[in-house]
């Protein structure tokens, strides 16, 4: 498992401040509050694989209990959110991870908190360009919304001219892939081992990132930047033909932006990165408008717009170098939370297409049913996503919350 | 004569002018006590069940905690968090109300840690499936409306004033509703009917229940609102309210959203 280098101390020193928190507290409220989601799905891949024991049909369990517990009139907190998986083939879709556990403290004007979390900045639907703190699930989310626990110290100071925030993060996590058995993969299986780094620290390496965010009017801004290892790896292949994950060290300077103007939503997301290897520009643009409660029971239907530009072209590690993304979210605002996303992204240079579908409902309370349909079509030789051609999959998943 | 007889639709007409002007200003009046004695709260947090009934009685329940801080210049601020369902423990509402133009609502999706920016003028949408709308549980700023004197109103044994309120915006679900205020009781509201843009009754909102916080104010223990048109009904049941809980405005920072409770 991909937990034999955590280091220690970390938990260590996380521990150490629990336990120095709690000496004054023995006369305070301390309130504990745990829930927990047991869910399985079924993916099915309507083309058989390109490669050699790819499989078209996996099925999986998985738990992800939560707990927290709060004292101090709640200004001291500690969080924990763990998550493991049984599936069936692909072996590194077996895998577990603490999403979260962390020590916070919440003072008026400021918080800190020490441990592993889970941070998300951005405002774009399509892609996630801005969004670099954690490193990325793969086996478990097609389009990267679920992310690996982070070890960090992350301070926040709230001031009336916007929210700084400040992460030192004294280890990186490598990215899931999945196995020979696995689908969307390249004919080569990426090597779990042997992990390359630029850093002489290797993913002992201290990074840092800053935010600024802010508020005003009708606009919600954030400008970030990091430093450190990537998450994102190059691929090399090494002199015995193993496919192994490369990952240099990066500065990204990130904005993110959404003017909120009646039924509009004007979306923006640009990045900067610069490498040993590259130095580019990216960005993801577009609007949101919602055709709000069209048939007087609270039926919403809003339509989505962006356009994905990569200025590395073809040489694009994300597929989208210029793209044009359109949806629809439906929103049935019932007693079952009913919701479907569809979108679809064109590209606009080459032939392809990449389609999806994600539809939740809630039922009997506390069941919820998740569709999600990923349709890959036309990609040619030169596009990322040629590897993944046949890969069109339909997923079910059922969970128990409780 | 002949003057007088001329004169007479200009009186009828000066008259009616009065008449309309004093029943506005009375209109006007009784919400200015409303809001006079609605003044000076500061905040407070609440815990609540709000209980969905469909028309063939099936029940479903949310249970929500609700922050609530008061501002003079501007709207109020107002934080709801969800505990039931399951599936949405954690979701968070974050609005800052204004008294003119479209309120500022933050959502917080606990699942993927997104905070996101919400447009806030759909407002005749239902809450989570529910018979209240969005517009029904905003905080009631005294420009959002334009108010009318109806008449004087026997209910439950309480003489209540009746007053006609209109939505300036027009993106709200109701032509206009009718309001009944209890001057007895600080101006606190017993009822509200709704009526929706075509005009025909659509709901009914009964407050029942309520208890005296801080001395002056009367806040609801039960809110029933029964949808005439559906048979739905939805009722919210205050199971505590807790004032001068210490909130400040930095409990309403964006950035609480993600470890509210």
């Known amino acids: 498992m991909s937990y034999r280098k955590y280091p220690i101390f970390f938990i260590t020193v996380l ?28 993916t099915y891949y309507i083309e058989e694989g390109l490669y050699t024991n790819q499989q078209r049909y996996f099925a999986s369990i998985a738990f992800e209990p939560e707990f927290s517990m709060d004292w101090n009139d709640g200004n001291e907190r500690l969080v924990g959110n763990l998550f493991g998986r049984l599936n069936t083939h692909d072996e590194n879709r077996t895998h577990w991870d603490i999403r979260e556990l962390y020590y916070q403290l919440l003072q008026n004007n400021w918080e ?55 992460f030192a993060m004294p280890y990186h996590r490598q990215r899931t892939f999945p196995d020979e058995e696995g689908r969307f993969r390249f004919p080569l299986v990426i090597e779990d081992n042997d992990i390359i780094y630029e850093s002489g620290a290797e993913e002992y390496r201290l990074d840092w990132a800053v935010r600024w965010s802010h508020s005003f009017g009708v606009f919600d801004v954030g400008v970030s930047h990091f430093w450190g290892n990537n998450r994102e790896p190059l691929f090399t292949i090494d002199n015995v033909g193993k496919l192994r994950q490369f990952y240099e060290v990066m500065h990204q300077t990130g904005i993110d932006g959404q003017a909120t103007i009646n039924s509009w939503l004007l979306k923006l997301e640009a990045t900067r990165r610069e490498t040993t290897s590259d130095t580019f520009i990216a960005f993801d643009a577009g609007f949101e408008y919602t055709f709000g409660n069209v048939n007087g029971k609270g039926l919403d239907i809003g339509v989505l717009t962006e356009y ?95 | 004569m002949n ?64 922050k609530n801080l008061e501002q003079l210049e501007d709207g109020d601020k107002s934080m709801i968090i ?72 026997e209910f439950n044994g309480n003489s209540c004033e009746v007053v006609l309120r209109d939505p300036v915006d027009p993106k709200s679900g109701y032509k206009y509703m009718h309001v009944w205020y209890n001057p007895s009781k600080n101006y606190r509201i017993e009822k509200i009917v709704f009526y929706d843009r075509k005009g025909s009754k659509f709901k009914t909102l009964l407050y029942k ?53």
């Open chain 2, 209 to 261: 229940k309520y208890g005296l916080f801080k001395e002056k104010y009367y806040y609801p223990g039960i809110l029933e609102m029964t949808n005439h048109q559906s048979s739905k009904k939805t009722t919210i049941e205050f199971t505590n309210y807790t004032f001068d809980a210490g909130l400040t405005d930095t409990d309403f920072n964006q950035a609480r959203l993600k470890n509210a409770r």
């Open chain 1, 308 to 402: 994905l530009y990569d200025d590395r072209g073809n040489r694009t590690t994300t597929g989208f170098q210029n793209d044009l993304f359109f949806g629809s979210r439906i929103a049935l605002n019932d007693n079952e939370d009913t919701s479907i996303l569809l979108g679809g992204i064109v590209d606009l240079e080459n032939s392809g297409k990449l389609y999806s579908i994600e539809a939740e409902r809630r039922f009997f309370n506390n069941w919820k049913a998740n569709l999600e349909v990923r349709a890959l079509s036309d990609f040619d030789q030169t596009e990322l996503f040629y590897a993944f051609r046949q890969d069109t999959f339909i997923k079910l998943t059922l969970g128990y919350f409780f």
């Open chain 2, 3 to 66: 003057t007088i007889m001329k004169a007479i639709p200009t009186i009828c007409l000066i008259i009616g002018a009065i008449t309309i002007s004093f029943a506005q200003n009375k209109g006007e009046q009784i919400v200015e006590a409303y809001d006079e004695a609605y003044t000076g709260w500061e905040n407070y947090t609440s815990t609540s069940v709000m209980t969905l009934t469909n028309q063939h009685g099936q029940e479903s329940q949310r249970k929500l905690k609700g």
């Open chain 1, 15 to 42: 521990l150490h401040t629990i336990a120095l928190g709690q000496e004054d507290t023995e006369e305070q409220n301390v309130f504990y509050d745990f829930s927990a989601e047991l869910s399985t799905d079924h």
């Open chain 1, 112 to 166: 800190l908190s020490i441990g592993l979390k889970e941070i998300y900045w951005g405002t774009t639907e399509s892609i996630h360009l801005v969004n670099v703190i954690n490193q990325t699930d793969f086996v478990e989310s097609f389009d990267g919304e679920k992310k690996l626990g982070q070890p960090m110290v992350h301070f926040t100071y709230l001031a009336n001219f916007g929210n700084f925030d400040l």
């Open chain 2, 82 to 153: 969800f505990q039931t369902p399951n599936d949405v423990k954690g979701t968070a509402v974050l609005t800052f109300t204004h008294k003119e133009g479209p309120d500022d609502q933050w959502l917080y999706l606990p699942s993927i840690k997104r905070v996101k920016r919400i447009a806030s003028n759909n407002k005749s949408g239902p809450f989570v499936g529910s018979e209240f709308a969005y517009e029904d549980l905003s905080s009631q700023e005294i420009e959002k409306y334009t108010y009318d004197y109806v008449k004087s109103d």
